[in-house]
């Protein structure tokens, strides 16, 4: 996207509907922020550019048309905002633009991406307001609005399954334990994965539910299982995590050689990705084996 071109047509169109800046940016951003956007200095939240073409009487998708590169679709640009803020933990970011979002058509009027919406909305419930039962009653809504009966899980719906099934962790280990298996027969019968991390997540966090059973052996194959698959993909997304929990479950097995190995090996993963705090972590602990 041509940050500049854009930020050029919303000053156009700014000053052709006789607005200063600070009134085109009341009730959506700040005065120094529209600035910003139209010298080009940064690109607005797909919500806000939302506003912003409301209050300028044009289709949000008139931006994404500008420029010489290709059309963004605005769904996906609000999805890959939100996934930013889920991932860095900015859960307050990011209820922010799913209230932003809530009343425009292209999610009130299309179940597929309120669905988006509700998913977000119920990580804020649970990690922001501590309200439990509110948040799973959301997140179940999202699962189910799509009208999934009788048919394949699809992906996002799998997504939002990992993320209720993460809740249970904290709440309710067997519940988990039952989600997760559940989450494994809806993968089995996908016949591709776009985003291949979904199954590594799902072996991981089933290895850390039966460690906290305390079911050692089977927590053990998947790790080994999530190893495969990380080395399947060429990838080492949560490889250090995954060796650093079969080290534990051998630690807790009193195989400490084995246990210690494991560990070294996680350090190596955790030293690549430049994961200060968890390597720091790891030479705590194998310092503890040479004790």
Known sequence: MDFAAVGKKIKELRKNSGLSQEELSEGICTQAQISKIEKGLVFPYASTLYQIS??????????????????????????????????????????????????????????????????????????????????????????????????????????????????????????????????????????????????????????RVLTNLNQLDDSNKYCDEAIKWCLKKDSIYLLGQVHYQKGYNLELANQLGCAKTFMEKALIFFEIQKNEELVKFMKVKIEQFSS
């Open 54 to 207: 409301q209050k300028l009487g044009v289709d949000v998708n008139y931006f994404f048309d500008i420029g010489t590169t290709p059309r963004l679709d605005y769904v996906q640009e609000v999805f890959e905002q939100l996934q930013i803020m889920r991932r860095s933990y900015k859960f307050k970011e990011m209820m922010d633009i799913v209230r932003a979002e809530e009343t425009n058509p292209l999610f009130s009027q299309n179940k597929k991406n309120m669905q988006i919406l509700l998913w977000h909305k119920g990580i804020y419930l649970y990690e922001i307001e501590n309200k439990k039962d509110e948040a799973m009653d959301t997140l179940n809504q999202a699962v189910h609005i799509t009208d999934m009966k009788g048919k394949v899980m699809q992906e996002r719906e799998i997504e939002i399954q990992l993320t209720i099934a993460a809740i249970l962790i904290k709440e309710d280990l067997e519940a988990a334990l039952s989600l997760y298996k559940e989450i494994m027969r809806n993968v089995q019968v996908l016949p591709h994965l776009n985003d291949y991390t979904i199954k590594t997540r799902l072996y991981f966090n089933l290895a």
